[in-house]
Antibody, heavy 117, light 106 residues
Framework: QVQLQQSGAELVKPGASVKLSCKAS????????MYWVKQRPGQGLEWIGE????????NFNEKFKIKATLTVDKSSSTAYMQLSSLTSEDSAVYYC??????????WGQGTLVTVSA | QIVLTQSPAIMSASPGEKVTITCSAS?????MHWFQQKPGTSPKLWIY???KLASGVPARFSGSGSGTSYSLTISRMEAEDAATYYC?????????FGAGTKLELK
């Protein structure tokens, strides 16, 4: 079965960077796009961007073009998202989600990022 | 970008009651997708391509619509249906979600 296992919660200082991981299993990693979605506490869902694991091509929400970097490691079937120059506005749960059925079919459990001095 | 406006933002329903959540798009979209999220958990794909139920979704749920107007309907509310529902479009970038409808059990 498809599983997306995300890395653990992060507590980071303002101005720092953080790299989140999403390890995929149960399917051929390079066949499906991976997306990242942000959810601030008590708020809705926001699409950050997507990556094609087969060739590394990315596409971003303009709002996150400077903030987020998406990469993959095909050898370990893992997708990564690096967030830079963190502020309190970046405190949120970040989900990786795999494409399917024309949308976001499978979701990781989420990684909580807390930005605090 | 395409803005999705959900209504109502919050609602409550009694067991057995019919529930309808609407999602209005600022521009026409080809399909609408819906997600269910319960507190402390990841969103789950609930309805895709406007009217197709995801695996395991009870048949009391249905989706319909076209163009700029879409809806999710529960024929008879059950306790387990209490959750937040989000609509989502991928007809145009950036991919966008509605702000969500919180459905509570009365």
């Amino acid at each position: 079965q498809v599983q997306l296992q995300q890395s653990g919660a992060e507590l980071v200082k303002p101005g720092a960077s953080v790299k989140l991981s999403c390890k995929a299993s149960g399917y051929t990693f390079t066949t499906y796009y991976m997306y990242w979605v942000k959810q601030r506490p008590g708020q809705g869902l926001e699409w950050i961007g997507e990556i094609n694991p087969s060739n590394g091509d990315t596409n971003f929400n303009e709002k996150f073009k400077i903030k987020a970097t998406l990469t993959v490691d095909k050898s370990s079937s893992t997708a990564y998202m690096q967030l830079s120059s963190l502020t309190s506005e970046d405190s949120a749960v970040y989900y990786c989600t795999r494409s399917g059925y024309g949308t976001f079919a499978y979701w990781g459990q989420g990684t909580l990022v807390t930005v605090s001095a | 970008q395409i803005v999705l406006t959900q209504s109502p933002a919050i609602m409550s329903a009694s067991p057995g009651e019919k529930v309808t959540i609407t999602c209005s798009a600022s521009s026409s979209v080809s399909y609408m997708h819906w997600f269910q999220q319960k507190p402390g958990t990841s969103p789950k794909l609930w309805i895709y391509s406007t009217s197709k139920l995801a695996s395991g979704v009870p048949a009391r749920f249905s989706g319909s619509g076209s163009g700029t107007s879409y809806s999710l309907t529960i024929s008879r509310m059950e306790a387990e249906d209490a959750a937040t529902y989000y609509c989502q479009q991928r007809s145009s970038y950036p991919l966008t979600f509605g702000a969500g409808t919180k459905l509570e059990l009365k």
